[in-house]
């Protein structure tokens, strides 16, 4: 099937294949795909024919382009041959789970009939088909087609005109594949960085929104944008459209919710069902969600500190992967969720903190806690497959097995717990022991994939299906002694009695001994079917009897099977909201025993957390980086860091980090930020101590990046990030900066940190680590009353530079950037060079020093006088370039020329 793809290249959207032609000259097999397909023309449409999907058309040539598979054709259409393709249905999901990831949507149009039904109506007849499902990256439920430790988000953005030139934003978000449903109200500035916070697999918008350049431009940022008729996000039906997918006459009972909230929340509600196709995803109620509750963490900031994912986009290197020590998938998807959502309520920050100490204090707890949560599965997920009527006999186990495992969780703990811990027992004490043990009576030890396949139930649990089953299988071995007995009737030892879809049972011979079963007295007994290439098939009349009693007792059995799980499906949605409850209780605890271990392990204590703006960290160490240089063997060298507020002073102080590249500013800049976020995600931080005030707003500004897509350079990207900070920070906030003004002039540059600076002492008044090469920024420690030094140390040893990674009070005297350079492998001529044009510079610069930076604004100063300077002393002309305008070398002869040359020296040297 597979073939070797073209260069990529950008995927149209599906379109409506042509319309049938006017003269009604159309198969009737192609007139059912066009009129399929017109329904659903925003999809690719996945047509089912015997044991394949087909494709036809535009969507045949996008498809082949993308899955790398032969593009063929099928007739004509139009006059115009039809392009097709296809691919197994016993590998559709592996198909599927590259369009999905590629931002395409997939209609599955199956067979709603069996073909011989079919062919009894004629010849002609087509085998009825409809869309049983429309597949998109946000409605995705099969554990092929999902990461089992992500969530998958699909999200609605809803826009609302508030006032004549204001408008309300709101986000809905679920992630359809555990039922979780979440309502926020955001603003057009948080609104980039509420996405990446949720990073939803697909954002519905109303095709209005994409009228709108500066969203259309952010939109553009992520892979599947699904726009949908604006009445779609019209206040006037919001609340009518929640209440009947729930089922309640008022949302009262709900909360309370903004109108353009509930247009977001209905539009998500809306596109379920349009996507599920009347099959309805147990989804709970939608939990109104307050900013104040989250540390607001921008776009720019999630990216620079890598949190959930790197800069390339891999999970590896992240701080989630540094801190992950889940064993179920559930917990990992929470504490995915965690680190992206740090708290701001110091209670809670401080309840989670009260469970890490109790697992952290009982080692043998903590240790049989996992143990159990080990064989812990993903009760959520399985049991949306369910209510979906996506299930298999392997997703009743899952529910039979995590309700198994959290009763017996319940006794585990014999102290009174912290609240945490405390309400996760309480959910899992409402867990249906009678569910649970009909779930384990039920079902067999060895389950297959699929319901259709049976063998799922246990023997001894309905009498009716074992003795079904009994009569199934006594069936079969009398087929075996049916086979003995003509084989020894007929003198035909090779002589099998063998079982296809098209003939059933029948006997089968070998074309040597075909003409025995044909002579009397057997030709009386067999009746001649089918003749094969060196085989003859045969019949008989008791053959045909024991096929009858065959198929009737299987497919008796199957229906049998099938009705108690239909049943048992039914009993498990019933308790939906007591299951989920008692899956969100063991990911809880999951994710606190696993961050307790993280601190057992990398020696992470508690920090103090209180409301003011503290922040005093001792040995404060990089949880990413210390891991890595721990696998190499190397040490981590930890540091201190005290951004709270000076005695006499109710604000944060700022931190004027100054050293050479490859010292380690960068890192220090970043754990520090990494620590707040661990600290109020609820874990432990790696550090020996941390006294922490609840930080509100977290904001970073590091390293260089360009946005070519928006037409912005490197610099532009990083002016645009520093306005966000210093338009946003207040005086709660935590900010780090990296070399603030590097991409322009040096005086340019320099006076943007440098007003910068000023900014965030005199009008964030926030806590801030500020890490620059502009050593003159130092005398602002002068005139700002919370700014001190600190400077990261370095030491030569034999012409060579050595980083201690050390942060100590003072600021760098030189920046070491040729002996980097030379570190980084330039050529010798090169580094020596540098060398020498440094001497020069530093020797003119000894020879007419600028004024010291001590008067206000002394930088501007020192940049006003430069160019004055230059005019007051212009370069008188040199007496041997006047000369030497006035000799043509043509006109000279060599002695004249040697003496030309002669005269030029002397006047050079007057």
């Known amino acids: 099937m597979s073939r070797k793809s073209a260069a990529p290249e950008t995927l149209a959207a599906p379109s409506t294949p042509p319309a049938a032609p006017a003269d009604g000259k159309v198969t009737p097999m192609m007139a059912q795909f066009l009129e399929i397909k017109a329904a659903n023309p925003d999809s690719l449409l996945f047509y089912r024919m015997g044991d394949f999907y087909e494709l036809f058309f535009n969507d045949a040539e996008m498809a082949s382009r993308a899955l790398g598979i032969v593009l063929t054709k099928r007739g004509k259409h139009q006059g115009l041959d039809i392009p097709m393709c296809g691919v197994p249905v016993e590998r559709a999901e592996e198909y599927l789970n590259k369009l999905i990831a590629m931002g395409f949507r997939v209609s599955v149009c199956e067979q709603m009939e069996d073909p011989a039904e079919a062919r009894k109506r004629g010849n ?3 085998v009825k088909r409809g869309v049983t499902r429309l597949v998109t990256p946000g409605t995705l439920t099969e554990d092929t087609l999902l990461d089992a430790r992500r969530e998958n988000v ?16 709101a986000l809905a978000f679920t992630d359809m594949s555990t039922g979780s449903f979440r309502v926020a109200e955001t603003t057009h500035e948080d609104l980039a960085g509420d996405l990446a916070r949720i990073n939803p697999a697909e954002i519905l918008v109303s095709d209005a929104l994409l009228d709108d350049a500066e969203l259309k431009a952010l939109l553009r940022e992520w892979p599947a944008v699904t726009p949908l008729p604006r009445q779609h996000f019209e206040g006037a039906g919001a609340e009518r459209r929640l209440a009947d997918f729930y089922g309640v006459a008022a949302l009262d009972a709900f909360g309370t919710f903004s109108r353009v909230e509930l247009v977001a929340a209905a539009a998500i509600v809306a596109y379920v069902e349009r996507t599920q196709l009347g099959a309805r995803p147990a989804l709970r109620r939608p939990v109104k969600e307050a900013a104040s509750d989250i540390m607001v963490i921008d776009a720019g900031t999630r990216a620079n500190l890598e949190l959930v994912r790197t800069t390339s986009g891999e999970r590896k ?5 540094a801190v992950d020590r889940t064993v179920t998938a559930a917990g990992a998807r929470l504490l995915a969720r965690r680190i992206a959502e740090p708290l701001t309520s110091l209670a809670a920050i401080r309840a989670r903190h009260d469970a890490l100490d109790h697992l952290l204090d009982d080692n043998a707890l903590r240790t049989e806690l996992r143990r159990r949560l080990a064989s812990a599965p993903d009760m959520a997920r399985a049991l949306t497959r369910l209510a979906l009527n996506r299930g298999g006999p392997r997703d009743l186990a899952a529910v039979r097995d995590g309700l198994g495992g959290a009763l017996a969780l319940r006794t585990l703990f014999t102290a009174p717990p912290p609240t945490d811990i405390a309400r996760c027992l309480d959910d899992l004490s409402d867990v249906s022991e009678a569910l649970a043990q009909e779930l384990a009576a039920a079902l067999a030890d060895e389950l297959p994939v699929h319901r259709r396949d049976g063998g799922f139930i246990r023997p001894g649990y309905d ?15 009398v087929v075996a002694a049916l086979e003995k007995r003509y084989a020894e009737e007929t003198g035909v030892k090779s002589l099998k009695i063998r079982h296809n879809a098209v003939l059933g049972y029948f006997v089968e011979v070998t074309a040597q001994n075909a003409q025995r079963l044909q002579e009397a007295p057997f030709d009386t007994l067999f009746v001649h079917r089918q003749t094969m290439a060196g085989a003859m098939r045969f019949s008989s009349l008791e053959l045909g009897e024991l096929e009858s009693r065959i198929s009737s007792a299987g497919e008796r059995a199957l229906g049998l099977e099938q009705a108690t799980f239909e049943r048992l499906s039914s009993a498990i949605v019933e308790e939906a909201e007591t299951i989920r409850l008692a899956a969100d209780a063991l990911a809880e605890l999951d994710v606190l025993s696993s961050l307790a271990e993280l601190a057992s392990v990398e020696r992470h204590v508690r920090p103090h957390m209180e409301e003011g703006c503290a922040f005093r960290i001792e040995g404060g160490r990089h949880p990413v980086v210390e891991q890595a240089l721990a696998r190499d063997g190397g040490p981590f060298v930890p540091n201190d860091c005290d951004l709270s507020p000076p005695e006499g002073h109710a604000d944060g102080r700022i931190v004027l980090v100054t050293g050479p590249n490859m010292a380690g500013k960068s890192t220090f800049l970043r754990q520090n930020a990494l620590i707040a976020v661990l600290a109020q995600a609820g874990a432990f931080v790696p550090a020996r101590a941390a006294c922490i005030g609840i930080v509100d707003r977290l904001f970073s500004r590091v390293g260089a990046a360009d946005d070519l897509a928006r037409g912005r350079s490197t610099f532009m990207v990083e002016m645009v990030e520093t306005a966000a900070i210093l338009n946003q920070a207040t005086h709660r906030s935590l900010v780090i900066l990296d070399e603030i003004g590097r991409g322009t002039a040096t005086f340019d540059g320099m006076s943007i940190a440098w007003a910068s600076l000023e900014h965030l002492h005199e009008v964030n008044r926030c806590r801030a ?8 920024l130092t005398a602002l420690s002068q005139r700002c009353a919370r700014l001190t030094n600190a400077t990261v140390k370095v030491t030569e040893w034999d012409g060579e530079v050595i980083f201690l990674h050390e942060v100590v009070p003072g600021a760098a005297d030189r920046s070491y ?7 980084a492998g330039l050529p010798e001529a090169v580094i020596t060079r540098a060398q020498s044009v440094l001497a020069e510079l530093e020797a003119a610069e000894r020879a007419s020093p600028a004024q010291k930076l001590v008067d206000d604004l002394p930088l501007f100063s020192i940049a006003a006088r430069a160019p004055a300077k230059a005019q007051a002393a212009p370069a008188r002309p040199s007496p041997a370039l006047e000369a030497l305008e006035e000799i043509d070398p043509d006109d000279l002869t060599p002695r004249e020329a040697l003496e030309a040359l002669y005269r030029l020296k002397s006047l050079n040297g007057a």
């Open 124 to 126: 002609k007849s087509v």
């Open 154 to 169: 699909l999200a609605a953005l809803a826009r609302i005109r508030a006032g004549a030139d204001a408008f309300a934003y």
């Open 769 to 776: 680590l500020f890490a620059t090469h502009f050593h003159e």
């Open 463 to 477: 009498a009716e299906l074992d003795e079904t089953r009994a009569l199934r299988d006594e069936s079969r071995r």
């Open 817 to 823: 950037g040729i002996q980097v350079a030379k570190l």
């Open 317 to 321: 290197g992240s701080l989630l992967a």
